[in-house]
């Protein structure tokens, strides 16, 4: 079993930056390949993107150049750096956690964490 928990959410001016934490207790965090996705109200969660237990990563094209995932095997964290946040940005943000490598695929992922909410004022 694994446990998520997301900090780092908040609002924010369009332009802006936050950092997003996943906090991970349980099964050996470094085995997992870790992933954030959101869902904006009334929208399906969507993919952001995901690093593999080795430290390869993936994004979606909307968040490419702006967004950064990496993660901290020592803190069992994975983190998401969001820079030049846009309105279309806000969303809840979710971490999932997953055995192999990395996914696109919401519904690869095993584990869940609550949420963080992040809100991009224009």
């Known amino acids: 079993q694994v446990q998520l928990v997301e900090s780092g959410g908040g609002l924010v001016q369009a332009g802006g930056s936050l950092r997003l934490s996943c906090a991970a207790s349980?099964?050996?965090?470094?085995?997992?390949?870790m992933g954030w996705f959101r869902q904006a109200p009334g929208k399906e969660r969507e993919f952001v993107a995901t690093?593999?237990?080795?430290?390869?990563?993936s994004y979606a094209d909307s968040v490419k150049g702006r967004f950064t995932i990496s993660r901290d095997n020592a803190k069992n964290t994975v983190y998401l750096q969001m820079i030049s946040l846009k309105p279309e940005d806000t969303a809840v943000y979710y971490c999932g956690a997953k055995l192999g490598g990395g996914s696109g695929s919401w519904d690869d992922y095993v584990y869940w964490g609550q949420g963080t909410q992040v809100t991009v004022s224009s």
């Open positions: 349980g099964r050996i965090f470094s085995s997992f390949a």
């Open positions: 690093i593999s237990w080795l430290g390869s990563t």
